[in-house]
């Protein structure tokens, strides 16, 4: 079984930048598709962006094209989702997941 850890989330300013990494251990060979997902409170999950495993396919919502940008160093067993130009309505717990495997989530705030 592989387990899920996200970190690098917190409080940043409009326009401001997040890089959130999502840790993977246990069963990592086996690791395909990683996908980042958010929840704002009161709304329900949404897809942020997802790759796969060889970096060669990247998915983005429309909301994240431009603005993110996922990747994943398989030698650290970690993929990355880089964040610019935060805007408040970016505010959500942001969840990395593969196959039926979720992480605990990390919080975002964006400040007006």
């Known amino acids: 079984q592989v387990r899920l850890v996200e970190s690098g989330g917190g409080l940043v300013q409009a326009g401001g930048s997040l890089r959130l990494s999502c840790k993977f251990s246990g069963r990592t060979f086996g690791v395909g598709i990683v996908g980042w997902f958010r929840q704002a409170q009161g709304k329900e999950r949404e897809s942020v962006a997802t790759?796969?495993?060889?970096?060669?396919?990247?998915n983005y919502a429309d909301f994240a094209k431009g603005r993110f940008t996922i990747s994943r160093d398989n030698s650290k067993n970690t993929v990355y989702l880089q964040m610019n130009s935060l805007q408040p309505e970016d505010t959500a717990v942001y969840y990395c997941n593969t196959g039926a495997t979720w992480g605990q989530g990390t919080q975002v705030t964006v400040s007006a």
């Open positions: 790759i796969d495993r060889p970096s060669t396919r990247t």
